[in-house]
């Protein structure tokens, strides 16, 4: 069973707007969380992360919120740009799992013109 | 869901031995296998990508002799780090794609630390 969770396989957002993507995970003694970007044909890039003593980490254009009630978290990208276009996938680790990922299946994201 | 696993999830060798970690897909069939390097900055290099019964195709700067890739099925494919150095202490991740889909299922990661 999936213990991270991105129930949206694809997002399309209008250049300029907000693209807001989701991640759901089940294991309560995750503790840190980390958003990576994907073109094809590359390796996942890093772009953001937060740990669960926090609730909201900011780094330019992108934010990254963790409500540890719902076991959800949100990467907000505004405004969003034609080089966001990208699959991005969430990922939580636990600090008694070896620094071990567990990856979600990623959300397509595409910006509109 | 799809589920990848990858064996053992941390090992400790010495200098000049060789290792060998697993990637295996759960419940689906992975046409395609990946294995990525983690680097400091947490962003993920891909090595190499190999397609079930055919040699792996390695990117550039990455040794085939070092870094030996066999995917002799369609649930599994090796990582073999032949004479480890402690330069190749990393985190080595493996993702898959099946016949059906391309989204990528990533493994949770395997921690080498050479000595």
């Known amino acids: 069973d999936q213990q991270v969770k991105q129930n949206s396989p694809s997002l399309s957002v209008q250049e300029g707007r907000i693209s807001i993507l989701n991640c759901d995970y089940t294991?309560?003694?995750?503790?840190?969380f980390l958003w990576y970007k994907k073109y094809p044909a590359e390796g996942p890039t890093f772009l953001i992360s937060?740990?669960?003593i926090k609730d909201k980490n900011e780094d330019g254009r992108f934010t990254v919120f963790l409500n540890k009630s719902a076991k959800h978290l949100s990467l907000h990208i505004v405004p969003s740009q034609p080089g966001d276009s990208a699959v991005y996938f969430c990922a939580a680790s636990a600090v008694d799992s070896n620094y071990q990922l567990i990856w979600g299946a990623g959300t397509k994201l595409i910006i509109k013109p | 869901g799809a589920v990848v696993s990858q064996h053992p999830s941390r090992v400790i060798c010495k200098s000049g031995t060789s290792v060998k970690i697993e990637c295996r897909s759960l419940?689906?069939?992975?046409?395609?296998m990946f294995w990525y390097r983690q680097f400091p900055k947490k962003s993920l290099m891909l090595m190499a990508t190999s397609n079930e019964g055919s040699k792996a195709t390695y990117e550039q700067g990455v040794e085939k002799d070092k870094f030996l890739i066999n995917h002799a099925s369609l649930t599994l494919s090796t990582l073999t780090v032949t004479s480890a150095h402690p330069e190749d202490s990393s985190f080595y991740i493996c993702?898959?794609?099946?016949?059906?889909?391309?989204?990528?299922?990533f493994g949770p990661g395997t921690r080498l630390t050479v000595l």
């Open positions: 419940d689906f069939q992975a046409t395609t």
């Open positions: 294991n309560s003694m995750f503790d840190y």
């Open positions: 993702s898959a794609t099946g016949s059906s889909t391309d989204t990528q299922y």
């Open positions: 937060i740990s669960s």
